[in-house]
């Protein structure tokens, strides 16, 4: 499985930015696909997780009610929308995507390139 990531970039603090993320490959063998971040000096840390079928969502409680993670199963894409970020938002995020159905917050198995998301207060 490949994941390309689109969007990122720089967005004001309370303003919108959505960005992408296209799989590749033998998609059919992923259960989960999400979205993790990692800020300068800090761990990478899992923001939000969407299941291949029946589209269940998990969200860290740092962008809970701020973030919405959608997909397309046709296409084989997914987004994050990101409403009111915050200058903490700021970070690498990178999509992922994971095969087996445990923990939707760890040990995934394919990762995409990151791209910089920039929260300017």
């Known amino acids: 499985v490949q994941l390309q990531a689109y969007g990122g970039g720089l967005v004001q603090a309370g303003g919108s930015l959505r960005h992408s993320c296209a799989a590749s490959?033998?998609?059919?063998?992923?259960?989960?696909m999400g979205w993790f971040r990692q800020a300068p000096g800090k761990e990478r840390e899992f923001v939000v997780a969407?299941?291949?079928?029946?589209?269940?969502?998990y969200y860290a409680d740092s962008v809970k009610g701020r973030f919405t993670i959608s997909r397309d199963n046709a296409k084989n894409t997914m987004s994050l929308q990101m409403n009111s970020p915050k200058p903490e938002d700021t970070a690498v995020y990178y999509c992922?995507?994971?095969?087996?159905?445990?923990?939707?917050?760890?040990?995934?198995?394919?990762w995409g390139q990151g791209t910089q998301v920039t929260v300017s207060s």
């Open positions: 992922a995507a994971k095969r087996s159905i445990g923990d939707y917050a760890k040990s995934y198995d394919y």
């Open positions: 490959g033998r998609t059919s063998s992923t259960y989960f």
């Open positions: 969407v299941s291949w079928i029946g589209a269940r969502t």
